[in-house]
């Protein structure tokens, strides 16, 4: 049976592999086993605008509430809003309705522990095995009477979160002219209201959520008009968030995108001025761009390298002290404020250091060269072995030696599907070419490629 958690939560199409029955059980699991046993342990739910939010939070929290666990409903809110409310407020855990930046149809359910961290993959282990037992036993020992939980809503939590962001910046963004582009999301309405209460100017687009329209054509992925809405009102930045307001990416004031690589270096440096950058180091993922680690060097600082995925990323910042982390994707992680990646934080810091250097952000992200990357995914019939096939090792060291120290080649397989990606960066876009192309023939024929 294949597992049930993913990469970030239980996800799926709602009502085909994500039902109301799995979302049932999977709401008791949560409350014996995140519950610590306890008679009433205490939960947050919050969603994000997707039609089938209200079904499944209603359902998740029955599920609860059937095994004594008392949830407070929060309604919409940001993804980040749960981790930072369920710490603060010492409950003992917090779920997320959200299927991030997918489309609309789909929906997904992610669990924060009581200090606000995505749980560890044995956590949500248990969670299945106690599900699997529930759903084959039809149920384990019910409460009833004073025992059975209770679902009352939390209305101004939103609020609280937003009052946090504004806290975490010290600078007047009175002057500035902002393009928001909401995603129809969790921060369709927080977003806007929090950068004018920061002083900015602020033109808010796609934030009308209709259930349907979460991340259509809009959000972190779709810049295309944001960026022609930033051109047309002159504005000096536009920011996107994705549906769940997780993840942050900018538009610069000509139209060009700055990615999570970019924003943490600015973000970097402004914390190593002020002292406040651990150890100096940075945590990025494999596929951070090599610009981002020569940048980093060039200004004394060093990096953290990572498998792809916020969780590795947020592992790696716990484990070594560091405050600082994210993915090119615009998840990154303040830890000093946050224990997870914050799409309104990161804007909100970001705008705080324009300010602060006063020049525009077009002139801000030439501060890393952001090197061009080929990627190219080779189907094959198995994953296993490429590591150790000699012909792909020497065409992958044939590559490297071509580029020396001016670019990297990674070679990794695929998380979910058949594929190996084969990824080159450096400076000469046709080398890369060249190179990601030979290399991805020598894959396609040992590994038993098909077309």
């Known amino acids: ?28 699991s949560a409350a014996y086993v995140l519950g610590q046993e306890k008679e009433h342990p205490t939960f947050l739910i919050g969603r994000d605008t997707r039609r089938s939010g209200t079904m499944l939070e209603s359902i998740l929290a029955a599920g609860i509430a059937s095994a004594g666990g008392i949830c407070h409903m929060a309604g919409i809110i940001p993804t980040p809003a749960i981790a930072y409310l369920t710490r603060t407020h010492h409950l003992d855990a917090g779920v997320m309705i959200s299927a991030s930046h997918n489309p609309f149809e789909y929906n997904g359910i992610k669990f924060f522990d009581s200090f606000g ?48 962001l504004y806290k975490t910046c010290d600078i007047d963004l009175q002057g500035l002219k902002i393009v928001y582009d909401g995603a129809n999301g969790a921060a369709s309405f927080i977003g806007p209201a929090l950068f004018s209460r920061l002083g900015a100017e602020v033109i808010a687009i796609h934030t009308n959520p209709d259930g349907v329209n979460i991340n259509a ?12 809405t930033v051109l047309e009102t002159g504005a000096d930045i536009g920011i996107a968030n994705d549906g769940d307001a997780d993840r942050c990416l900018v538009i610069d004031e000509k139209g060009q995108e700055l990615d999570g690589d970019q924003m943490m270096l600015l973000c970097a440096l402004r914390l ?11 945590v990025g993922t494999v596929m951070s761009n090599i610009g981002f680690h020569k940048a980093l060097a060039a200004h004394g600082c060093k990096s953290a390298v990572t498998a792809v995925g916020d969780r590795y990323v947020l592992e790696r910042m716990r484990k070594d002290g560091y405050c600082l982390g994210g993915e090119q994707s615009g998840h990154i992680i303040f830890l000093d404020y946050n224990t997870t990646g914050d799409g309104l934080l990161t804007a909100v810091q970001l705008l705080r250091n324009m300010r602060h250097w006063q020049k525009p952000l077009s002139e801000l992200g030439k501060m890393m060269t952001r090197y061009p990357q080929i990627l190219k995914n080779v189907k094959v019939q198995t994953k296993s072995g490429w590591e150790e096939n000699n012909l792909i090792v020497a065409a992958i060291s044939a590559g490297e030696e071509e580029l020396g120290e001016n670019g990297r080649i990674l070679v990794r397989p695929s998380g979910t599907e058949p594929l190996i990606r084969v990824m080159a960066e450096g400076p000469d876009l046709e080398q890369l070419e060249r190179i990601v192309a030979d290399i991805a023939l020598v894959v396609e024929h040992e590994m038993g490629g098909v077309k």
Not at 127 to 156: H, V, Y
Not at 276 to 281: C, F, M, Q, V, W
């Open 117 to 164: 961290y995505k749980l560890p993959d044995n956590m949500e282990d248990r969670i299945e095995e106690f599900m699997l037992k529930d759903e084959r036993s039809g149920g384990q020992s019910r409460p009833t009477g004073a025992a059975i939980g209770t679902i009352t809503a939390w209305n101004d939590l939103q609020q609280e979160y937003s009052d946090f």
């Open 272 to 282: 190593k001025e002020e002292g406040r950058l651990k150890k100096d180091t940075v």
């Open 1 to 28: 049976m294949a597992r049930l958690f993913g990469t970030d939560g239980v996800r799926g199409v709602v009502n085909d592999s994500l039902t109301p029955e799995l979302t049932y059980h999977l709401g008791r």
């Open 217 to 228: 054509a809009c959000g972190s992925t779709h810049l295309e008009s944001l960026r022609k």
